[in-house]
């Protein structure tokens, strides 16, 4: 089946410096991926759409200068936190469509990065 | 844009129970509904799904149901197992966007 490799599944900075996080679909070529944040016992927001080849779509909220997307190729798209702070410790999921368009296709995600700033 | 609402937000059931979990969305656009189970630590499973064209859909002990008029849909397990228990999120998806919006999440606990 489809699968949504994320890299790496935790990590903790310090406050200030800048953490990437890697997505990658491993057995599929994904157009479009998705970056979604989840606090503790809460759901999974949206954060942006990433589109391979092209900028990055952002949900309302979402600051586009602090969560860099780059989607470089059809296996793989990375978000950058830049200068990180306390209040981005959270878990940051990744999904991709795995065939064709994701409008008609289901997503499958990644295991996710939990991200701990001290 | 779209809302998904999702009840109960805890369900606790004994082994061999039967445990439902309902949503209702809001953009009359939507025609695909996905169900996640995400344990501690990982990232949500895909377990089942439905399209608008499909009223009802079964995959073993799991099962949705879909009812476009009243914008329902619903997630049913039968015969549950401890190891069912995890976070349930159903999502919905609009025909003109590729955006998946998940409802709150339900926790499952089962119980031996």
């Known amino acids: 089946g489809a699968v949504v490799s994320q890299h790496p599944s935790w990590v903790i900075c310090k406050s200030g410096t800048s953490v990437k996080i890697e997505c990658r679909s491993l057995d599929f070529q994904a157009t479009t991926m998705f970056w979604y944040r989840q606090f503790p016992k809460q759901s999974l927001m949206l954060m942006a759409t990433?589109?391979?080849?092209?900028?990055?779509?952002?949900e309302q909220g979402v600051e586009k200068d602090k969560f860099l997307i780059n989607h470089a190729s059809l296996t793989l798209s990375t978000l950058t936190v830049t200068s990180a702070h306390p209040e981005d410790s959270s878990f940051y999921i990744c999904s991709a469509s795995s065939s064709g368009s994701s409008y008609n296709s289901p997503l499958h995600f990644g295991n996710g990065t939990r991200l701990t700033v001290t | 844009g779209e809302n998904v609402e999702q009840h109960p937000s805890t369900l606790s059931v004994q082994e061999g129970d039967s445990a439902v979990i309902k949503c209702t969305y809001s953009?009359?656009?939507?025609?695909?509904f996905p169900w996640y189970k995400q344990e501690l630590g990982k990232g949500p499973q895909l377990i089942i799904d439905i399209r608008s064209n499909v009223g009802e859909k079964k995959d073993q002990r799991i099962a949705v149901t879909l009812n476009k008029t009243a914008k329902h849909f619903s997630l049913h397990i039968t015969e549950t197992q401890p190891e069912d228990s995890a976070v349930y999120f159903c999502?919905?998806?609009?025909?003109?966007?590729?955006?998946?919006?998940f409802g709150t999440g339900t926790r499952l606990q089962v119980f031996p």
């Open positions: 953009d009359s656009a939507s025609n695909y």
């Open positions: 999502a919905a998806r609009s025909y003109n966007t590729d955006k998946l919006i």
């Open positions: 990433s589109n391979e080849g092209s900028k990055a779509t952002y």
